[in-house]
């Protein structure tokens, strides 16, 4: 691979040094023991199992000069894979050039529960906390201020969970809060970490077509490992990239502070040509392939990045869908124009775009071919709405618990895109949730609205004002 400031190698089947495994973790200037046993652990999987992992070096280097002397810096990595937990320490530890340390890690307390891991990771500077508790946590706050005080950096995950669709999540802002009250200034860096494919993709589309979402364990853990082991396993590129740094002092509003994380991390995404070809794959009456395909990303602002990953045939359709989750993006402005003011594609844009130029109506409405991709792109909202209409005006109601259950039953539907719906239709009062019933029941609005939520998605009209971010 033909290396540049922006696609510097990190790891991977690709990269090549002059060290053994055990000379290169041994002769890191930063990193106690359980810092360098994971560094040769992990040099040894990467191996195996990633063609390549590079990042964006120019990136880094520039978010890097803009940290104040005296700030807290906290990195905030967007929250694909159990890996995540270790490639940005991995990065800090095999480049010290960066001068970004060694961050101490605030994971989930069911990570801390896994036999000798918990403990191995604590070692290497993870800290556990308990998520949903929707209050202050006076033990981590403790944990934070030591942290502080010592002047250590810092990484969390400010969508809470892994998104398992990779599309972006609403934004957690209870550990914000609590590093705003350490009364430090902060920047915080965010850090896109695109995969090809993520290692727990198989675990990830069974929870999507409606299966229990699972959490950590050592027995699927070991079987990954074996698999690692016996060369099955083979997740293809990773690319980080560092987006705009974001401040947070005492006066900050946090909600304001999370979108933009958010929107720093939704720009920094980078697009695989394995994406892209999975897409075509799946649409072969497209006309489009991937050379235009990936001049019209880039000439939206996006970066596509060469896979080695070329065989897209035993992609399925769900995880597909997963995939374009990393692009789609790009083409909302498209969306919009193509769309007019439908209900259905302001609601799915205010719920996951966070970048304010990619909430604007794009000038132009989409030529003939334009809206045959945009048709394509989107088949799982405008499906996943219309099954979702069909069922609640036959059944006068919703006679499911929740999104996870509705998918069980209708596994055509994108899990993501009925969690969205159902969000939104509560909160405009077509749905009420009737807790006894464990159902929802028809709101006020339903049948007032049900008309513009049934009339077609693509009715080209003038363009509507831009989109006014919700509050989340």
Not at 415 to 444: I, Q, R
Request: glycine share 6%.
């Amino acid at each position: 691979m033909l290396q540049n400031n922006r696609e510097v190698l990190l790891a991977g089947a690709e990269y090549t040094d002059a060290y053994t495994d055990l000379q290169w973790a041994r002769r890191g200037p930063h990193g106690n023991w359980a810092i360098r046993l994971l560094g040769f652990t992990l040099r040894k999987a990467f191996r195996r199992g990633a063609h390549s992992i590079t990042f964006d070096k120019t990136s880094f280097e520039q978010a890097r000069d803009q940290i104040k002397p005296g700030q807290l810096v906290v990195l905030a990595p967007t929250h694909r894979s159990m890996m995540d937990f270790l490639v940005c320490s991995y990065l800090c530890f095999a480049h010290p050039e960066l001068k970004i340390s060694i961050p101490y890690i605030a994971a989930d307390l069911q990570i801390g529960k896994l036999p000798f891991l918990g403990w191995l990771l604590q070692q290497a500077y993870a800290f556990y906390i308990k998520r949903g508790q929707g209050k202050a946590d006076p033990e981590l706050n403790a944990r934070l201020q030591q942290l502080v005080a010592e002047g250590q950096t810092l990484e969390i995950f400010i969508e809470g969970t892994r998104s398992r669709s990779r599309l972006c999540m609403q934004p957690k802002r209870g550990l914000l809060r609590a590093l705003q009250q350490t009364g430090v200034p902060c920047v915080l860096l965010p850090i896109a970490i695109n995969y090809d494919r993520v290692p727990e993709e198989q675990a990830m589309v069974r929870e999507l077509q409606g299966g229990p979402r699972i959490p950590a364990q050592m027995k699927p853990l070991l079987k990954w490992t074996l698999e690692l082991i016996k060369g099955e396993v083979q997740i293809g590129r990773v690319h980080l990239i560092c987006g705009e740094p974001v401040q947070m002092h005492s006066e900050s509003d946090v909600h304001s502070v999370s979108r933009e994380v958010m929107a720093s991390l939704q720009a920094s995404y980078s697009v695989s040509s394995y994406h892209l070809r999975a897409f075509l794959q799946q649409h072969p009456d497209v006309p489009w392939d991937l050379a235009t395909l990936t001049a019209a990303i880039q000439q939206r602002g996006g970066t596509v990045i060469d896979s080695p990953l070329t065989q897209v045939a035993g992609v399925t359709r769900k995880t597909e869908y997963t995939l374009r989750c990393q692009w789609q993006h790009l083409f909302y402005p498209d969306l919009l124009a193509a769309s007019g003011q439908h209900p259905i594609a302001q609601q799915h844009v205010g719920y996951h775009c966070f970048e304010a130029d990619k909430r604007q109506v794009a000038p132009e409405a989409p030529d003939a071919r334009l809206l045959a991709l945009l048709q394509a792109l989107y088949a799982p909202l405008t499906e996943t709405y219309n099954t979702l209409c069909d069922v609640i005006e036959q059944q006068q109601s919703l006679p499911f618990a929740n999104a996870r259950a509705f998918v069980a039953r209708y596994p055509q539907c994108f899990l993501p895109v009925v969690e969205e719906a159902l969000a939104c239709f509560c909160d405009k009062g077509l749905l009420v949730k009737n807790s006894e019933s464990k159902s929802y029941d028809l709101g006020s609005d339903w049948q007032a609205q049900l008309a513009a939520y049934r009339a077609p998605l693509w009715q080209s009209q003038p363009a509507a004002p831009p989109l006014k971010s919700p509050r989340h």
